[in-house]
């Protein structure tokens, strides 16, 4: 008999699967009775619709109204869903409204925008500036100026051809001299540079290879919503993720219509949080993806005084290289300067067109003889001193704003030289001087400009260039600052509970730099800055062979993290980290003679014999990384919000940034029937610790879903004793139990648990992990962990 479809409202626990040409629909429904198995409620599949041909992550749609063939086809989608529902599994998706693939041979649309300009049907589905560049997209494709590059560009029919790149001809141009039909396109076929200043359409942050869409149209939402909203309405997919709604030109507007068209079911956005900034509140969504909680998670065990020690080490290791001395501040404001004056420095100055043009015209005496460079100055020094992905004025139900103090405060900062512009620029974005179309498009503007600035300022540039701390610089983290005590993270898991209760929670994701795993290790070097510090000293006294002293720290750093690992995967990311952080080499302007001797390094040094000590090192401190390992395992998988697992992380999984993060898993088989047999029992008794954290507690959430749901409570548990502080604990709903071991080689170099107890809650408690143990009243923290550093204990019934 089929089992009866799950509960589509909310999730218990998601699997994310990274669907692609070589892992596709097929390969995910084999996976199903693993995954099945491991008591997860939904899978979560990258995105579904037609990408560019070998696209390894989907996020580059070319048509939202076809379930990508190379993955399956529809067919192939609803069989997995099939395969899933028969094993009790629904299906969660992630979405991309905010662009498209510029790709115009496989995107029909654009195909049809650049051949028939702003005449086209598919015209308003892009955002595109036609007043600008004379009224033509500037397709940034060339090798080099035109000059050089016009012999390699030919027509052929009705088409224009590029090496690969295939154009459409505008009607009736096909038979002009070469110049001549150039000018008579409604593109420009570009250099590539001039992208970072010429460009006259939006772009997914810096990536000139994806356009941004109008999805706040109602026209354009329906026609790229149509196939997703299909597939909901009939029951194959259940629930949703929004990739990247800062994008977007009104992320309330857009979130509410999905809402409705949805019929509310369970949604989470890819919300970037910063400390201490709230989801906006009138977000019709069940809370973010979960990077907010990974940030809590990880600095839970990182040590706070171990952080600053390392610190310090770090910049006098270093030294001159660490930007403006190892201020996690400085190096934030530097790098958003570069990016806005080089990557994003097109979209500044549209921005500064836009709000050149309402001051000038603007009825407000305030607004007026304001000069375009004043602006511009204003502009920037705003946008690189907010320190939010977006600012947000948002409303609640009765309309009333209940944000505008925060984002004013978000906003404001001293600038002698040109307060009154820069006030002038804040009252703007904050909304005061009103909301005219032209006040409109400047706020939006603005936004979407912010938020591609912190994202390529902070994750993609200052993540490479301050690196005291390698496990600090994950998505939605704060560097500067990473450690959270105990009373901070269950304050936030409170507000969670309270407030948005099925939120999404992650510690890895296809998009996190260092898997949770690898991060879990290097919490430890801050419980033992000083002996880094020698090993570090041990291994690179020569200084033979190091390209500069910050790239070798983050190298050892990387390896520590990662065990022995290929060199080839090292020197990939050690590669990625210099072209990233643009200081000596870039994406765009690479130095070869810098990158050989970054790939020299990393073979004679991490990779070589040096390299070999810091893995007995990292041997010596395995206790201490499993139970940072364990205890973020467990700490996600029943704290408040809705867990989602990524690929392969049931078991140790090691991996850096993508594309190393993003490799295919080899799933074992289980039997069908889902039945436990005793083989099964046998291979569970002998799996890892991690895995059976893992089972245990996602078995548990499925089981007694009312513990962790929406209306489940959230208790902090404090332990008494010399240790108490190592045992961060928390009770859902006065049933279940979670207890972990903090900073543990701290705790033995103080002399271990010295009779500190945790009182437990009254009743009798019987251990999920350790199936057999009972406990009552005060237990001993030392017998809590007599086999584990974690433990998971149910309340047996009266």
Same mark, same amino acid.
């Given at each position: 008999?089929?089992?009866?479809?799950?509960?589509?409202?909310?999730?218990?626990? +998601?699997?994310?699967? *990274?669907? *692609?040409?070589?892992?596709?629909?097929? #390969?995910?429904?084999?996976?199903?009775?693993?995954?099945?198995?491991?008591?997860?409620?939904?899978?979560?599949?990258?995105?579904?619709?037609?990408?560019?041909?070998?696209?390894?992550?989907?996020?580059? @749609?070319?048509?939202?109204?076809?379930?990508? /063939?190379?993955?399956?086809?529809?067919?192939?989608?609803?069989?997995?869903?099939?395969?899933?529902?028969?094993?009790?599994?629904?299906?969660?998706?992630?979405?991309?409204?905010?662009?498209?693939?510029?790709?115009?041979?496989?995107?029909?649309?654009?195909?049809?925008?650049?051949?028939?300009?702003?005449? =086209?049907?598919?015209?308003?589905?892009?955002?595109?500036?036609?007043?600008?560049?004379?009224?033509?997209? %500037?397709?940034?494709?060339?090798?080099?100026?035109?000059?050089?590059?016009?012999?390699?560009?030919?027509?052929?029919?009705?088409? &224009?051809?590029?090496?690969?790149?295939?154009?459409?001809?505008?009607?009736?141009?096909?038979? &002009?001299?070469?110049?001549?039909?150039?000018?008579?396109?409604?593109?420009?076929?570009?250099?590539?540079? &001039?992208?970072?200043?010429? &460009?006259?359409?939006?772009?997914?942050?810096?990536?000139?290879?994806?356009?941004? !869409?109008?999805?706040?149209?109602?026209?354009?939402?329906?026609?790229?919503?149509?196939?997703?909203?299909?597939?909901?309405?009939?029951?194959?997919?259940?629930?949703?993720?929004?990739?990247?709604?800062?994008?977007?030109?009104?992320?309330?507007?857009?979130?509410?219509?999905?809402?409705?068209?949805?019929?509310?079911?369970?949604?989470? @956005?890819?919300?970037?949080?910063?400390?201490?900034?709230?989801?906006? #509140?009138?977000?019709?969504?069940?809370?973010? +993806?979960?990077?907010?909680?990974?940030?809590?998670?990880?600095?839970?065990?990182?040590?706070?005084?171990?952080?600053?020690? %390392?610190?310090?080490?770090?910049?006098?290791?270093?030294?001159? *290289?660490?930007?403006?001395?190892?201020?996690?501040?400085?190096?934030?404001?530097?790098?958003?300067?570069?990016?806005?004056?080089?990557?994003?420095?097109? /979209?500044?100055?549209?921005?500064?067109?836009?709000?050149?043009?309402?001051?000038?015209?603007?009825?407000?005496?305030?607004?007026?003889?304001?000069?375009?460079?004043?602006?511009?100055?204003?502009?920037? /020094?705003?946008?690189?001193?907010?320190?939010?992905?977006?600012?947000?004025?948002?409303?609640?139900? #009765?309309?009333?704003?209940?944000?505008?103090?925060?984002?004013? $405060?978000?906003?404001?900062? $001293?600038?002698?030289?040109?307060?009154?512009?820069?006030?002038?620029?804040?009252?703007? !974005?904050?909304?005061?001087?009103?909301?005219?179309?032209?006040?409109?498009?400047?706020?939006?503007?603005?936004?979407?400009?912010?938020?591609?600035?912190?994202?390529?300022?902070?994750?993609?540039?200052?993540?490479?260039?301050?690196?005291?701390?390698?496990?600090?610089?994950?998505?939605?983290?704060?560097?500067?600052?990473?450690?959270?005590?105990?009373?901070?993270?269950?304050?936030?898991?409170?507000?969670?509970?309270?407030?948005?209760?099925?939120?999404?929670?992650?510690?890895?994701?296809?998009?996190?730099?260092?898997?949770?795993? !690898?991060?879990?290790?290097?919490?430890?070097?801050?419980?033992?800055?000083?002996?880094?510090?020698?090993?570090?000293?041990?291994? +690179?006294?020569?200084?033979?062979?190091?390209?500069?002293?910050?790239?070798?720290?983050?190298?050892? *750093?990387?390896?520590?993290?990662?065990?022995?690992?290929?060199?080839?995967?090292?020197?990939?990311?050690?590669?990625?980290? @210099?072209?990233?952080?643009?200081?000596? +080499?870039?994406?765009?302007?690479?130095?070869?003679?810098?990158?050989?001797?970054?790939?020299?390094?990393?073979?004679?040094?991490?990779?070589?014999?040096?390299?070999?000590?810091?893995?007995?090192?990292?041997?010596?401190?395995?206790?201490?990384?499993?139970?940072?390992?364990?205890?973020?395992?467990?700490?996600?998988?029943?704290?408040?919000?809705?867990?989602?697992?990524?690929?392969?992380?049931?078991?140790?999984?090691?991996?850096?940034?993508?594309?190393?993060?993003?490799?295919?898993?080899?799933?074992? =088989?289980?039997?069908?029937?889902?039945?436990?047999?005793?083989?099964?029992?046998?291979?569970?008794?002998?799996?890892?610790?991690?895995?059976?954290?893992?089972?245990?507690?996602?078995?548990?959430?499925?089981?007694?879903?009312?513990?962790?749901?929406?209306?489940?409570?959230?208790?902090?548990?404090?332990?008494?004793?010399?240790?108490?502080?190592?045992?961060?604990?928390?009770?859902?709903?006065?049933?279940?139990?979670?207890?972990?071991?903090?900073?543990?080689?701290?705790?033995?170099?103080?002399?271990?648990?010295?009779?500190?107890?945790?009182?437990?809650?009254?009743?009798?408690?019987?251990?999920?992990?350790?199936?057999?143990?009972?406990?009552?009243?005060?237990?001993?923290?030392?017998? %809590?962990? /007599?086999? %584990?550093?974690?433990?998971?204990?149910?309340?047996?019934?009266?």
């Amino acid at each position: 008999m089929t089992p009866e479809r799950p509960d589509p409202a909310v999730p218990t626990a +998601t699997y994310r699967l *990274q669907l *692609q040409p070589d892992f596709p629909f097929g #390969a995910a429904a084999d996976a199903v009775p693993y995954v099945a198995s491991l008591g997860v409620s939904h899978l979560h599949l990258s995105p579904v619709l037609e990408a560019v041909p070998g696209s390894a992550h989907g996020y580059d @749609v070319v048509d939202h109204t076809r379930v990508r /063939e190379e993955l399956g086809g529809e067919e192939g989608l609803r069989e997995l869903a099939r395969t899933a529902r028969e094993h009790g599994l629904g299906l969660v998706v992630d979405i991309v409204p905010n662009h498209m693939a510029m790709s115009p041979r496989h995107n029909h649309a654009l195909w049809e925008v650049l051949r028939d300009g702003p005449a =086209s049907r598919y015209a308003r589905w892009f955002d595109i500036d036609w007043e600008a560049q004379g009224g033509q997209v %500037l397709l940034p494709v060339l090798g080099g100026p035109l000059g050089t590059e016009i012999d390699r560009l030919r027509t052929d029919g009705d088409v &224009l051809r590029y090496y690969d790149h295939v154009f459409p001809l505008r009607e009736g141009t096909a038979q &002009l001299p070469l110049p001549q039909l150039l000018d008579a396109q409604w593109y420009r076929p570009v250099w590539w540079r &001039l992208a970072r200043t010429e &460009l006259n359409y939006r772009r997914f942050f810096s990536i000139s290879e994806l356009i941004g !869409v109008r999805v706040e149209d109602p026209e354009v939402f329906e026609a790229t919503h149509a196939t997703v909203l299909r597939l909901l309405r009939e029951g194959v997919i259940d629930g949703l993720r929004v990739d990247h709604p800062d994008g977007l030109a009104d992320p309330d507007g857009y979130l509410r219509r999905l809402h409705e068209a949805t019929g509310g079911r369970w949604t989470v @956005v890819e919300k970037i949080l910063s400390d201490g900034e709230p989801l906006p #509140a009138s977000w019709p969504v069940a809370g973010t +993806t979960g990077y907010d909680a990974l940030r809590h998670v990880d600095g839970l065990f990182t040590d706070p005084a171990g952080f600053g020690e %390392l610190l310090g080490q770090y910049r006098r290791f270093a030294a001159p *290289q660490t930007d403006r001395g190892g201020d996690w501040g400085a190096t934030v404001r530097r790098a958003a300067y570069k990016v806005l004056t080089h990557e994003l420095a097109t /979209e500044v100055d549209r921005l500064t067109r836009v709000a050149s043009r309402l001051c000038a015209t603007s009825p407000e005496p305030g607004l007026r003889d304001r000069a375009p460079w004043a602006l511009r100055t204003a502009l920037l /020094e705003l946008l690189v001193r907010l320190e939010v992905y977006r600012p947000y004025t948002s409303v609640d139900a #009765a309309g009333v704003v209940t944000e505008e103090a925060a984002a004013e $405060a978000r906003l404001a900062f $001293a600038v002698p030289e040109e307060a009154g512009a820069v006030d002038v620029v804040r009252d703007l !974005v904050l909304g005061r001087y009103g909301d005219g179309p032209r006040h409109v498009e400047f706020r939006t503007r603005f936004a979407q400009t912010a938020s591609a600035l912190r994202a390529k300022s902070v994750e993609d540039t200052a993540f490479y260039r301050y690196v005291p701390l390698l496990s600090a610089n994950e998505v939605g983290g704060d560097p500067g600052s990473p450690a959270v005590s105990p009373e901070r993270f269950h304050a936030y898991c409170a507000r969670v509970q309270r407030d948005w209760p099925a939120t999404g929670t992650v510690v890895s994701t296809h998009d996190t730099k260092r898997s949770a795993d !690898v991060r879990a290790a290097l919490h430890v070097l801050t419980e033992c800055p000083g002996r880094w510090a020698d090993v570090l000293a041990e291994v +690179t006294r020569t200084g033979e062979g190091v390209p500069d002293a910050q790239v070798a720290w983050a190298a050892w *750093q990387t390896v520590f993290g990662l065990g022995p690992a290929e060199e080839e995967r090292v020197r990939g990311a050690l590669l990625k980290h @210099v072209r990233e952080a643009g200081l000596y +080499t870039s994406w765009t302007e690479q130095e070869p003679p810098y990158e050989e001797a970054v790939a020299r390094f990393v073979a004679a040094g991490p990779c070589g014999v040096p390299g070999e000590r810091v893995a007995a090192f990292r041997a010596a401190l395995e206790p201490h990384i499993r139970a940072n390992v364990l205890g973020t395992a467990l700490v996600q998988l029943t704290m408040p919000g809705v867990p989602d697992l990524y690929q392969g992380t049931e078991h140790e999984y090691r991996a850096l940034v993508d594309p190393d993060n993003r490799r295919t898993v080899a799933f074992p =088989s289980v039997p069908a029937a889902g039945a436990v047999t005793d083989a099964d029992a046998d291979a569970y008794a002998a799996a890892d610790a991690k895995e059976v954290v893992t089972r245990a507690a996602l078995g548990l959430r499925a089981r007694r879903p009312e513990v962790f749901g929406e209306t489940a409570s959230y208790a902090p548990l404090t332990a008494e004793g010399p240790a108490a502080a190592h045992c961060p604990a928390f009770v859902r709903s006065g049933e279940v139990l979670t207890a972990v071991t903090r900073l543990s080689l701290r705790l033995t170099e103080a002399g271990g648990w010295r009779g500190t107890r945790l009182p437990l809650p009254p009743g009798r408690w019987t251990d999920v992990l350790e199936p057999g143990r009972e406990f009552t009243g005060h237990a001993r923290v030392a017998d %809590l962990f /007599e086999r %584990l550093p974690v433990a998971l204990l149910e309340r047996v019934p009266d």
